[in-house]
C-alpha cells in the first residue's frame, strides 16, 4: 500500500487540515488531493477536528464524487445525514450523489423538494442547471440560467457560467452582455477583461476588433502578466496602420524585457 | 480516401491530455514527421485548450505557432482532434469543424479526430476515437477499416501505466503554456517517457 500523505509529505494533521480549509477558501477543484488529504484525515484524526468535521465531510464528499469515489461519498453523506437529519444542505448533497450515479430524474426530485420548502435555495436551482447542462440541454440551460439571473441578479458565479455556456452555443454577442456585467461590477479583474476581448476579437469587424484591442490593453494594464492579453495585443498589432505599427513595436519590446521570444 | 495510422505517442498524449482535464472539452492538432504521399501517418500531437475551445484568437496563436515549428522540425499539421465535456455526445461541434475545414485548405487529405469519452474507461477494448475525413465538402465518418493503430495493446497499456503513475499531471498544452510560459508544449519531456515504455520492437513512435 502507497504511504500516507502524511509520511509523504511530512505534515501533521494540523497542516492537513489548514491545507483543506485553504482550497475551501479559494474554490479550488483539486478533487484528486482533496480525496487524498481529507480520506486520511478522517480516517486517522476525526476526534481531533472538533466541529470543523462537518464542513470536511461535505467538501470531501463533493471531491469524491469528482473522482468516482462514492464508497468514501457514502461514507461522509452517511455521517453528514445523521448529524443533520433535515438540512436541505445535506438533502443538496444527496442529489448531487445521485447526479454522479447519473440518477438525474432522482436527483431533480430532491431539488424540487428542497424548493418547494423553500423557494429562494439558490443551490438547489443551481444544481438542477448543471443537470441539464450534463444532459447536453444546453437551450434550457440557457433559458434556466436567464430565468435565475432576473431573481438574482448579483449572482456573480452565475453569469460567469452565462457567459461559458453562450460561447460554446457561438452566441457571442449574448456572451459579451454577461462579461459586460461583470465587468461593471468587478472592473479589476483583469481575467473579465480578457475573455471580453476575446469574445469581440472572435466576432470580428473593425468595430469589434477595437474593442478587442481596447480591452487586451485594459487586462494588461490591470495584470501585466496576462499572456493571452498580451499575445491578443501583439496579434492585433500587425495590422497595417502606421499607428497599428506603433503598438506593435511596443508589445515587442514588453515581450522582450520579459524575456519572451516569439519562435 | 488513404489509410491514416495513429502513432503510439499521438494516441497516448491525446488520452493523457482528456484524462488531464476530464471536465472540459479540450482540442488540439494531429501532426505528422513523415512524408505526403500514401498513408497520412499520424506521429504526434500538440495538445491545445481546455477553455473556451470556440473563442479564435488563442487558437489562431497556436495555429500560428505549431505552424513555425513545424516548419522547423519538418512535420506538418495533418489534423486536428478534440474530446467533449459532455461524454455523452462525441460528435463534431461547429468549432471543429470550422478549424479541421482550415486544416484541409493546407492539407488535402486532413483528418478530424473525435476521442470518445464514453469508451474510455479499462473495459472497452477498443480504440475510443472516430476518424472523419473530408469528402465533397463535408467530414463524413472514416471506413474504420482504414484507421490503423500498430501495436494497440501495448499502446493501451502504456496508456493506463501512465495514467496510474499521474504521468497526465505532466502534459503541457497551449493553455497551460500561456498560464506559466516556462512550461513546453511540445511536450519533450512526456515523449521521452513514452518511448522509455514502448517496446523496442515498436519501431512506429
Sequence with gaps: KMASISEMYDVGWEEMRDKLRKWREDNCRNSEQIVDVGEELISEHASKLGDDIWIIYEQVMIAALDCSRDDLALTCLQELRKQFPDSHRVKRLSGMRLEALERYDEANKHYDAILQDDPTNTAARKRKISILKAQGKSTEAIRELNEYLEQFVGDQEAWHELSELYINEHDYGKAAFCLEELMMTNPHNHLYCEQYAEVKYTQGGLENLELSRKYFAQALRLNNRNMRALFGLYMLAGRGTKENKCSMKAVEEMLESMQITMS | ?205
Excluded at chain 2, 488513404?2 to 476530464?22: D, N, Q, T, W
Excluded at chain 2, 467530414?139 to 500498430?150: A, N, V, Y
Aim: with cysteine; glycine share 4%; hydrophobic share 40%.
Design chain 2, 1 to 205: 480516401m488513404g489509410e491514416v495510422e495513429l502513432s503510439c505517442r499521438a494516441y497516448i498524449k491525446m488520452f493523457l491530455h482528456s484524462c488531464l482535464f476530464p471536465r472540459c472539452s479540450i482540442n488540439g492538432l494531429l501532426l505528422s514527421s513523415s512524408p505526403a504521399g500514401g498513408a497520412v501517418c499520424v506521429t504526434d500531437c500538440v495538445p491545445m485548450l481546455h477553455s473556451h475551445l470556440p473563442l479564435a484568437p488563442i487558437t489562431q496563436l497556436a495555429l500560428t505557432q505549431v505552424d513555425v515549428w513545424c516548419s522547423q522540425t519538418q512535420q506538418r499539421i495533418v489534423g486536428y482532434y478534440q474530446a467533449n465535456a459532455c461524454v455523452s455526445d462525441s460528435s463534431p461541434t461547429q468549432c471543429a469543424l470550422k478549424i479541421a475545414d482550415k486544416i484541409a485548405e493546407q492539407f488535402d487529405n486532413a483528418v478530424l479526430l473525435m476521442l470518445d469519452g464514453g469508451k474510455m474507461s479499462p473495459d472497452y477494448r477498443v480504440p475510443p476515437i472516430v476518424m472523419y475525413e473530408r469528402k465533397d465538402s463535408r467530414w463524413m465518418l472514416k471506413d474504420k477499416h482504414t484507421i490503423m493503430l500498430r501495436q494497440w495493446e501495448e499502446t493501451r497499456a502504456i496508456a493506463s501505466q501512465m495514467l496510474e503513475s499521474g504521468d497526465h499531471m505532466l502534459l503541457v498544452d497551449f493553455d497551460s503554456h500561456l498560464d506559466d510560459i516556462t512550461k513546453d508544449w511540445t511536450n519533450q519531456k512526456l515523449n521521452t517517457k513514452i518511448a522509455e515504455l514502448a517496446s523496442p520492437a515498436n519501431g512506429n513512435i
